[in-house]
T-cell receptor
């Protein structure tokens, strides 16, 4: 069966520091991968998605970036964090090659910026 | 474009009460529809889905029927428990790899 792992679960970072959040999927090949942010009490905002290695689509211009160095690895990064980057970050995957598929989410990373 | 509208919360119920969360959608094609549940501090879990008109998705006592004529996918449960307290999201995918989510509805069930 497929599993998705995100880490760390929680992170406290100072303003201006760099960020690296990692997500890996097991049990499937070439999954579609997604990064979302959920601000406190708010809905989901799609940040990036990828349908293959090295292919990244950005949904919202900001100081975050994403990379997919391996088939089942998706990384969310920032060179300098802002206070507004605080939130709950969720990684998700879906079956490749077919539209209209459900997405399956990791447990999330709660990021607090001080 | 595609969009999903959910009833605003929060919704507070007593145990064993009937729950309905309304969801309507706008799509250009024939979308697949989903309900997700998010328990406190966790990621989203797929609760149920429907891929074509008149399909009924069901799981853990929850049901939702894909109504094309009313562009709706309302979530229902006949008798809620305290453990059903969570945020519920309606979502659609319309010939796309991406999902369009509603804003979420917070449900609190009191003993």
């Amino acid at each position: 069966s497929q599993t998705i792992h995100q880490w760390p679960a929680t992170l406290v970072q100072p303003v201006g520091s760099p960020l690296s959040l990692e997500c890996t999927v097991e049990g499937t090949s070439n999954p579609n991968l997604y990064w979302y942010r959920q601000a406190a009490g708010r809905g989901l905002q799609l940040l990036f998605y990828s349908v293959g290695i090295g292919q990244i689509s950005s949904e919202v211009p900001q100081n975050l970036s994403a990379s997919r160095p391996q088939d089942r690895q998706f990384i969310l990064s920032s060179k300098k964090l802002l206070l507004s980057d605080s939130g709950f970050y969720l990684c998700a995957w879906s079956t490749p090659g077919t539209a209209n598929q459900p997405q399956h989410f990791g447990d999330g990373t709660r990021l607090s910026i001080l | 474009g595609n969009s999903v509208t959910q009833m605003e919360g929060p919704v507070t119920l007593s145990e064993e009460a009937f729950l309905t969360i309304n969801c309507t959608y706008t799509a250009t094609g024939y979308p697949s529809l989903f309900w997700y549940v998010q328990y406190p501090g966790e990621g989203l879990q797929l609760l149920l889905k429907a891929t074509k008109a008149d399909d009924k998705g069901s799981n853990k006592g929850f049901e939702a029927t894909y109504r094309k004529e009313t562009t709706s996918f309302h979530l229902e449960k006949g008798s809620v428990q305290v453990s059903d307290s969570a945020v519920y999201f309606c979502a659609l995918s319309d010939n796309d790899y991406k999902l369009s989510f509603g804003a979420g509805t917070t449900v609190t069930v009191r003993a």
